[in-house]
Structure formats: structure tokens, C-alpha cells
């Protein structure tokens, strides 16, 4: 007789994980299910008005989602993350959620933790997210609202984190590095660790707008950081250097740049997983908005958008000199957040070098070790 | 208390689990909590593990489940009793079935 049928295993024990180095899967999709949000953070890529009425009439209804939903699992998804904007917005966010779990996925849930109520406490206490992902903008009202330009969301913020705390709802703590808060960083950086166990990470790398607002990008901009700032508060944080130092020595190889390779794509994009919009259309992964590389899943099947379309625009080949010299063979693009659906984001086009980018990734490369450096550099 | 399982006995999947097949591993995902030891615990069900569980089906004691699994699989009936019932006990355990 055997010891045990039924093996508990954690999400990355799963044998899938090996099988997607070889072939592409599906495991897991994002679900925008709004670009509204109550806040109006600086630096925020995606966020529209709560009260947009057009942009709520556009937003996937409940029947599309579950339409989109039911596709996924033939293709055999596993985990969801709901994403927005702030997902709370939604009135059927309780539907929507109760849906994806019916269908047995697991799900992980970005928000900002202002709407929390108990409510929802409950509810996610009977129906266990795989966590919750909140971001901290800052630890004080100050600098806090100067980020979310919404009076009150501190306290909201605050209480609704508390909230999940209290009740023990696994909560994820994350913050984005920008000109308004990084004075608090160290501040924001234990008010985390005192909270969560998880390795609280943050980001210092801002998106352009989706949209390509342009008096919103400007702003996004403002709020970025020097390369030598952003270098800086690397450094300050041991964990996350380390990581960084990690990481680059495997991502830095020989084999990693294809020399003489003209694709634009070298990144794992569309392999494992995807990105629908809050209107319908799937993409590649949250980042990527160039008209060709978006499929409208309001007119065609998930099937093809995976099978067909993705492939397609995996494909994708550059003429672009300035590219095939420079990022294509960058022997430091895993210290850059270059890639097509950022250089689509900052000039229009998928294939350009970007300035800032360069100066960060060099500025990176720079403050490592000697061993972990790359021994060719391309100037910026 | 010790979940209580015989071979006269009826079993149903849980309607709080879902029992999927993942680019060929197949999971039991608990939907609620308290099921498994943590909250973000999957389940895996080797091949034989989901021949029973496939004939779970509140309809269908474990007995004969068991003489179903003997004849597919061309096995000793008495250890392939004991195999469902283990794995039934297991499962209930679990609170992943339940008594039809
Ligand atoms: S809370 Fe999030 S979605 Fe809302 S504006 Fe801020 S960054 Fe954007
Ligand atoms: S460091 Fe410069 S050349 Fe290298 S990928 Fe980034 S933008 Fe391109």
C-alpha cells in the first residue's frame, strides 16, 4: 500500500515548470478588468477617472470575462492575477472573483487597499487569494498624497491594509522608487518588512502611458529617477543587490546576445502567459500596446490569439541599424528594462534605443562588482 | 477525530475543490479555505490516485470502485481495496469528498 495518494505540493514544485523551458504553455494570464482607479497616482501608466463613464462602458462585461475565462482553462491556464487600474471598482468584483476560483484557478489580486472593507475581508477569507499585492506610495499623508493626488487615501490606504493584516489575508507589499517619495524609501522600505515576512520589493522604473498621454507621460517622467539615483538605492538595499548581482551572472552570457539575429523579441513574451485589457484585447504581456501585437478577443478566440497571433508576433523581425548594433546585442540588456514594448511606449516605435534606459543600465553595470560586469560594453 | 472510511460507503468531490488536469498533472485546487494545510497548497493526484477519483462519483461505492480498478488495471483486488480506501481516508481527511 502507498504511503500517501495525495501530494501537497507549492505552485513552483509543479512539473509545468519545467515542460514551458521547452515548448510554450499557458499557466497564467492577467485580467485588466478596469483602467479606472480613485486614485490618480503621478506616475501611474494606465489610471482613468473612477467616474469615466466611457471608459466604463468600455470595460469587458461580466459574461465576456467568463467568456475569456472558460477559454483560458482549455488552454489549461492555472493563475490569475486581476489587475486594473483598482479592480475594486468594479461592482461585480465578488462575481468575478467567485468565477475564477469555480474554474480552479489561483488568484493573486493588485490593489491599492483603499476600498477594502470588511466585506471583502470575509469573503477573501472564505475564498483564500494566493496573495494580495499592495503598493505602499508612501508612510506618510504628506508624501503619500502627493503621490495618489487623492485627499484621504492615506488613512483609507492604512485601514484597509490593516484590515487584511489583522485578518491574516497573505498581503504582499511592494513600492514604486519616484521623485515624490523617494525620500521615504528607507521609511517605506520597513514599514513593509515590518509587516510582511515576503521579500518587499520595489520598482524605480516608470511606464509610459498606454494611452500616450502626452501631458501624463510628462509627469511620469518627472517622477523618474537619475541613473545614479537609481544605482543608489540599489545599493542600499543588500537584498535587492544581491539579487541584481545574481541575476546578472547568469543573464550575462555569451550565448545570450544572437549575434546576427534580427528578431525584436528575445525576451519570454507570450511564452507561459498573457494580458487582456480592460476592453477586450489580448496582449502579449502588460506592457506590450503596439497596434500590431494587440488582438481584439471581442472578434476572435483565445485559441488563435495563442497559437496563431502569438508566434506571429514573436516573430517579428527589425531593419533598424541603430537597433540591430545597439540593444540587439546588448551584452547589458538584462540590467536595462529595454525591450520592444518599451521602446514602443517611449518613441512609437518598437524597435529604438532609449536613451534613459541606457544611461540606468550602464550606470547599473557600472556600480557592480568587477566579476559580475560584463567584459563588452556598448556606449550609451 | 480519525475520518471513518469503509468499502460500503458512497464518496462525491467537494463542490469546495476543483479537480483539474494542468498540461497533464492533475491537481485538486481547494476553493475555500481550511482545506489542505495552507491556503496556497495544490494537490497532485498521481495516475492511479485519479483513476479512483474519477469514479468518485456519489453514485459508486468504494467496492466497486475498487473491483473497476482491478479490472483496469489488472491488479490484486484485496491491495487495490486497501489502495482506495487509503486514498479515500486521505481525501476525506482533507475534507476534499464527502458522504453521498
Ligand atoms: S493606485 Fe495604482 S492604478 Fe491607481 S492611480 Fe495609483 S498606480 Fe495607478
Ligand atoms: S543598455 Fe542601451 S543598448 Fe543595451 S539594451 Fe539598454 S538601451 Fe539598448
Redo the contacts with the bound molecule.
Keep these: 500500500m502507498q504511503d500517501s495518494f495525495v501530494e501537497p505540493l507549492k505552485l513552483l514544485e509543479l512539473p509545468v515548470w519545467e515542460k514551458i523551458k521547452n515548448e510554450r504553455r499557458l499557466i497564467s494570464f492577467d485580467l485588466e478588468i478596469t483602467a479606472r482607479?480613485?486614485?490618480?497616482?503621478r506616475?501611474?501608466?494606465?489610471?482613468l477617472p473612477a467616474k469615466d463613464k466611457r471608459t466604463k462602458e468600455k470595460e469587458m462585461s461580466l459574461a465576456q470575462i467568463k467568456n475569456i475565462v472558460e477559454q483560458a482553462i482549455e488552454l489549461r491556464a492555472l493563475w490569475c492575477l486581476i489587475t486594473?487600474?483598482?479592480p475594486l471598482l468594479r461592482e461585480d468584483f465578488f462575481d468575478i472573483y467567485l468565477y475564477l476560483k469555480k474554474k480552479g484557478l489561483l488568484i493573486s489580486v493588485f490593489t491599492?487597499a483603499t476600498l477594502i472593507t470588511e466585506e471583502h475581508i470575509k469573503f477573501f477569507k472564505r475564498y483564500p487569494p494566493r496573495d494580495i499585492e499592495v503598493?505602499v506610495?508612501g508612510v506618510t499623508e504628506e508624501t503619500y498624497e502627493k503621490?495618489?493626488r487623492n485627499p484621504g487615501s492615506c488613512d483609507a490606504f492604512m485601514d484597509g491594509l490593516e484590515l487584511l493584516l489583522k485578518n491574516k489575508v497573505k498581503v504582499r507589499l511592494k513600492a514604486?522608487a519616484l521623485r515624490s517619495n523617494v525620500h521615504e524609501l528607507t521609511a517605506i522600505s520597513q514599514f513593509c518588512r515590518q509587516r510582511t515576512k515576503d521579500y518587499f520589493r520595489f520598482d524605480p522604473f516608470l511606464h509610459l502611458r498606454f494611452d500616450a498621454d502626452i501631458k501624463r507621460n510628462e509627469e511620469i517622467k518627472s517622477e523618474r529617477l537619475l541613473p545614479k539615483e537609481i544605482v543608489t538605492i540599489e545599493k542600499n538595499d543588500p537584498e535587492r543587490f544581491q539579487a541584481l548581482e545574481k541575476g546578472c551572472d547568469g543573464l550575462i552570457n555569451p550565448d545570450f546576445a544572437h549575434f546576427g539575429c534580427d528578431h525584436l523579441f528575445n525576451c519570454g513574451t507570450g511564452n507561459g502567459s498573457f494580458t487582456v485589457s480592460y476592453d477586450g484585447f489580448f496582449r502579449l504581456c502588460s506592457s506590450l500596446w503596439h497596434p500590431d501585437c494587440i488582438y481584439d478577443l471581442k472578434k476572435g478566440m483565445l485559441a488563435e490569439a495563442w497559437h496563431k497571433f502569438v508566434p506571429q508576433v514573436r516573430g517579428m523581425r527589425s531593419k533598424r541599424d541603430d537597433f540591430l548594433k545597439k540593444c540587439r546585442v546588448c551584452p547589458i540588456i538584462n540590467l536595462c528594462i529595454w525591450c520592444p514594448a518599451h521602446s514602443y511606449l517611449e518613441t512609437a516605435e518598437l524597435d529604438n534605443p532609449v536613451d534613459y534606459f541606457c544611461k540606468v543600465a550602464h550606470a547599473r553595470s557600472e556600480s557592480l562588482a568587477p566579476q559580475f560586469r560584463p567584459s563588452i560594453a556598448t556606449q550609451p | 477525530m480519525e475520518a471513518q472510511v469503509d468499502l460500503n460507503s458512497i464518496y462525491a468531490p467537494s463542490e469546495d475543490v476543483v479537480a483539474r488536469d494542468v498540461h497533464g498533472e492533475f491537481i485538486i485546487i481547494p476553493m475555500t479555505s481550511g482545506i489542505g494545510d495552507s491556503d496556497d497548497a495544490i494537490f497532485s493526484l498521481n495516475e492511479f490516485g485519479r483513476a479512483i477519483w474519477d469514479k468518485l462519483d456519489g453514485k459508486t461505492s468504494l467496492k466497486e470502485v475498487a473491483r473497476a480498478l482491478a479490472l483496469q488495471f489488472e491488479g490484486d483486488t484485496t491491495e487495490i481495496e486497501n489502495d482506495v480506501l487509503g486514498l479515500a481516508e486521505e481525501l476525506l481527511k482533507r475534507k476534499m469528498i464527502i458522504k453521498a
Design positions: 482607479c480613485n486614485n490618480n497616482c506616475h501611474c501608466y494606465i489610471n486594473g487600474g483598482e491599492n503598493t506610495y503621490v495618489t514604486m
